[in-house]
């Protein structure tokens, strides 16, 4: 959370320069944002043209330009178009902010991330952001970029300056997994083939998962009820499947969903399993 936050804050440092972000960025970049003197402008979900159009417009009115994006979205499940951000970014000279909380070790060949499943060189990125936490077993954030930026980051960086760095367990921990990602990618392809399964069989139930493409590990089920995710949730719960509903104000009012999460661990039974059951409560709850 404060590696994204401090990243963004650090980087807008003045009232004389712009952080774009995208409407469902999560909100440690919110958070960033806010602690920021910069202006802010939201735009449509994963909207590169608006992007393009507005900064045809306006380059010119800031010194310096943020566009802060995830890698995949923790609440619906869809990659950025990385390769058209980033031919903004040559185009119009800004500072590109990537969080790949949910998409490092979920995507790419070998799961590196949006670099390796887009095939962008990794420099045409200012700042690959992430968590430890996740795919890597342990607990802190991460900011990767030029060595230029890094330096900058060490000095400018509130997240950084003031507060200790992470103890050599949970450090271990995270190169451990690491290497394990790194050595095995079978587990990575296996991931992705779990992930395109249980999202092809929502779809062949017509369960609604908003955007999501079954290209990273999260992929939400659309409720539309706060009352109703709940209920769903605990009737879940009692066949044995473990999902949280999400509802506002983490998520649109409206919008309220489960939000599963897949493993290289699960099987393709459990997976089955799950997708029917879901589907089943669902149709039982609008009775």
Known sequence: ???????????????????????????????????????????????????????????????????????????????????????????????????????????????????????????????????????????????????????????HAPGFVYSAGISPANTGAAIGALRKMISEPERVSRLQGLAKLFYELCKTNGLDTLDATGECAVIPVIVGDFYKAMKVSSMLLDQGIHVQPITYPAVTAGTDRLRFFLSSLHTKEQIEFTVATCAKILIAVEQ
Do not use: Q
Request: glycine content about 8%.
């Open 1 to 155: 959370f404060l590696a994204v936050a401090s990243a963004i804050s650090s980087l807008g440092k003045s009232e004389a320069d712009l952080i774009l972000y995208d409407r469902l960025n999560h909100r440690s970049a919110i958070d960033g944002i806010l602690s920021s003197p910069a202006s802010s402008k939201p735009f449509p979900h994963n909207d590169y043209n608006f992007v393009d159009k507005f900064l045809s417009a306006h380059r010119n009115d800031y010194r310096r330009v943020i566009v802060a994006i995830e890698g995949s979205y923790s609440m619906d499940g869809d990659l950025p178009n990385v390769p058209e951000f980033v031919r903004l970014r040559e185009k119009y000279r800004f500072i590109l902010v990537i969080d790949e909380a949910h998409s490092l070790g979920c995507c790419g060949k070998t799961g590196r991330g949006l670099s390796e499943h887009f095939n962008v060189p990794p420099h045409c990125v200012d700042v690959w952001a992430g968590t430890l936490s996740k795919c890597l077993a342990s607990c802190g954030g991460y900011l990767a970029g030029r060595r230029e930026m890094i330096e900058y980051f060490k000095v």
